[in-house]
């Protein structure tokens, strides 16, 4: 994924399923500048930064 489309899905009205090292993510903040995310594991609830690179779309998600 691209920091554009990361920033897009956050501002995204709708839940767009995201993936990070085959776990659900939901992204909690995006920067451009370093290429890096916030992002919360969707079972854990804990929150790390990751490359942005490495997150994958999954789609809309119920």
Partial sequence: MDARRAEEILKSPEKIGVRYR????????????????????LEKKNTVEVEIDHLREEGPMD
């Fill in 22 to 41: 085959n776990n659900h993510v939901w992204i909690e903040s995006v920067n451009k500048h370093h290429n890096k995310a916030y992002v919360t594991y």
